[in-house]
């Protein structure tokens, strides 16, 4: 089973940056989704963005018009870039992938956002 790869996370103060990656060690073909989910201490993991094979994006109220979702243009890859981050933000960071046939888990980065 590929697991994908993920980096970027950090320590960051309120109202700073950040960028996640997610890459594939493969190539992963016949994509639906590709998919940052989060998970807070004590929370459920919660979907954060979504994008389509077709480009669409869809976001949580929580982070809309603060995150932006993207893809790579050559290998299988997705990104995050987070702005204006908020204390409530702080969480374990997951990307997914999810084909016609399989699904596909990293294995989550810890972003921390200081007040």
């Known amino acids: 089973q590929v697991q994908l790869v993920e980096s970027g996370g950090g320590l960051v103060q309120a109202g700073g940056s950040l960028r996640l990656s997610c890459t594939a060690p493969?190539?992963?073909?016949?994509?639906?989704?590709m998919s940052w989910f989060r998970e807070a201490p004590g929370k459920l993991r919660e979907v954060v963005a979504v994008?389509?094979?077709?480009?669409?994006?869809n976001y949580a109220d929580s982070v809309k018009g603060r995150f932006t979702i993207s893809k790579g243009n050559a290998k299988t890859s997705v990104y995050l870039e987070m702005n204006g981050l908020k204390p409530e933000d702080t969480a374990v960071y997951y990307c997914?992938?999810?084909?016609?046939?399989?699904?596909?888990w990293g294995q989550g980065t810890q972003v921390t956002v200081s007040s």
């Open positions: 994008i389509s094979s077709d480009e669409k994006t």
């Open positions: 997914n992938i999810e084909a016609y046939y399989n699904s596909y």
């Open positions: 493969k190539r992963i073909t016949d994509i639906k989704t």
